[in-house]
DNA sequence: CCTTATATTTGCAATGATTTCAATTTTGTA
DNA sequence: TACAAAATTGAAATCATTGCAAATATAAGG
C-alpha cells in the first residue's frame, strides 16, 4: 500500500495539492491536511465542526465543494457505506473497509493483490469504463465484541 | 451462484418468505416478487411507483418497513452504491455491483471464488465479526459509451 | 499601487430521501 | 362476534446535500 505518510514527508500539503491540479487555498490545505492526518474518514459534518475553530467563516457548504473537487482530482476517494452520510478518505490507493455497526467507526484493511486480481475479478464487465472499485465490510469490531 | 429462480421454480414468494421467518402480507409478496422478477436493483421509490397501480392503498413508508424486514431478514440485501437513494437486490448471494454513472443503471457480476477468498481476504481483520461483504465498481457501461 | 477579471467562499433557502409516530386497518385466535 | 397483536398508513419532522446569488479573496495588467 502506497503510504501517503511518506509523500508529506517530502512534499508539503500544498505542493501535493498543486500537483494533483487543485488550487491551494487555506480551507482547501486545512482538509487534505485533515485527512492526510486524521485517518477516521470523516463525513462533512466531522470535518466542519473541527475546522471552524481555526476558520471561523467556513461553511459546510466549503467542505461539499472541496471535497467533491478533491474527488475529481483523486486526491481524496469517496467511501459510501452508508445509505446517507458520505465519507471520505484521504488514502486513495485499493484498500478495503470495515464499518462496526455498534460504534460506526470505519476501519481500513488491506487487500493482497493476489488474492484479488482487479482485472480477472472484472473479465465479466467486458467494454465497462471502470474508474472505482471499493470492498468493504460490515459487522462488529474487535473492541465492541 | 445460487439462482434465485430456481428456488422460485419450486416454492412460491410465499414459501420462500415463511421459510425465512417473514410473514407474507399482500404488500410483502407483491415486494418480494418484484425485487426477483425485476433485477433492477429498485429504489424505495421505483418500488412504490411500481405497485400502489396494483395495491393503491400502498405508502412508502411500509416500502421502507418491508425493505429493512427483508435485509435483517437475508431475502434482500442493501446495495449503497450512491450516497443517498438505497437500492435492494433479492439476490443475496455473493456477487459484484457496477454502478454506471451516466445511466445510472446497476449491472451483477460474478465474483470468482477462487479469485476472491473471503477468509483469506479478511484475514487482517481478526476477531472481526462480518456480516455482509460488497464488491462494487463505478465507470461507464457499454451502452453508454 | 490601483483596477478589473476570475476564482473561491459563504450563508441561506430549497430539495428530497428517510424516519418518527400515532391512528387506522388487517389478521389470527378464542 | 370480540379481542389482542401485528401490519399498514399518511402526515409531519429530520437531516444530509445541493443550488444559488452575494461577498470575498486572488491574480494580472496597467
Redesign the pocket.
Known amino acids: 500500500m502506497i503510504s501517503i505518510l511518506y509523500l508529506l514527508q517530502i512534499m508539503n500539503v500544498q505542493q501535493y495539492l498543486i500537483e494533483n491540479g487543485?488550487?491551494p487555498?487555506?480551507?482547501?490545505i486545512a482538509l487534505m491536511e485533515y485527512l492526510l492526518t486524521y485517518k477516521t474518514h470523516p463525513?462533512?459534518?466531522e470535518m466542519y465542526e473541527a475546522l471552524h475553530e481555526e476558520?471561523p467563516?467556513?461553511?459546510?457548504?466549503?467542505v461539499?465543494?472541496?471535497m467533491?473537487?478533491f474527488v475529481k482530482h483523486k486526491v481524496a476517494s469517496l467511501v459510501s457505506i452508508e445509505?446517507?452520510?458520505?465519507r471520505f478518505d484521504g488514502n486513495v490507493s485499493l484498500h478495503g473497509h470495515f464499518a462496526c455497526q455498534k460504534c460506526n467507526r470505519l476501519y481500513d484493511f488491506s487487500i493482497n493483490d493476489q488474492l484479488f486480481n482487479k482485472k480477472e475479478l472484472i473479465s465479466t464487465l467486458d467494454n465497462f469504463t471502470i474508474e472505482d472499485i471499493q470492498i468493504y465490510c460490515k459487522g462488529i469490531c474487535k473492541n465492541c465484541k
Open positions: 487543485v488550487k487555498s487555506l480551507q482547501r463525513s462533512v459534518d476558520i467563516t467556513l461553511s459546510r457548504t466549503t461539499y465543494n472541496t467533491k473537487l445509505e446517507k452520510n458520505a
